[in-house]
């Protein structure tokens, strides 16, 4: 970043922008799969690692247990994707704070 220019930062800057995913389109935590033994005698769940996959959306919590949400597997997908979302919209931010701070630390426009 030290060794670019003003303008190819604030290009940068549009760039990150138009690759913004919808605002709306998010979620925060982590998808989780689960496989369950039913425990009925005979059951084929006895042998392999169980039931399944059944997701959770796992959300941390300082100090606490992370909540679980159970996501239907029809929901799995979408679900997936706006936690992908969120990881990027933070990224951009994170790349567009530090543009900003280093515009402002040349004295540029920013
Ligand atoms: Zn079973």
């Given at each position: 970043m030290q060794n670019k220019s003003a303008v190819s930062?604030?290009?940068r800057r549009k760039t990150l922008l138009r690759q913004?995913?919808?605002?709306?389109?998010v979620l925060r935590g982590s998808l989780i799969e689960r496989y369950k033994r039913c425990g009925k005698?005979?059951?084929k769940c006895a042998q392999g690692r169980g039931?399944?996959?059944k997701y959770y959306l796992s959300l941390s919590r300082s100090g606490a247990h992370p909540?679980?949400?159970?996501?239907p597997q029809s929901d799995?997908?979408?679900a997936e994707q706006?936690?992908?979302n969120y990881r990027r919209i933070r990224d951009i931010l994170d790349e567009l704070c530090a543009i900003n701070r280093e515009l402002?630390?040349?004295r540029e426009r920013f």
């Amino acid at each position: 970043m030290q060794n670019k220019s003003a303008v190819s930062l604030r290009r940068r800057r549009k760039t990150l922008l138009r690759q913004l995913p919808p605002l709306d389109e998010v979620l925060r935590g982590s998808l989780i799969e689960r496989y369950k033994r039913c425990g009925k005698p005979g059951c084929k769940c006895a042998q392999g690692r169980g039931h399944g996959p059944k997701y959770y959306l796992s959300l941390s919590r300082s100090g606490a247990h992370p909540e679980m949400d159970y996501i239907p597997q029809s929901d799995q997908p979408q679900a997936e994707q706006y936690l992908h979302n969120y990881r990027r919209i933070r990224d951009i931010l994170d790349e567009l704070c530090a543009i900003n701070r280093e515009l402002l630390r040349r004295r540029e426009r920013f």
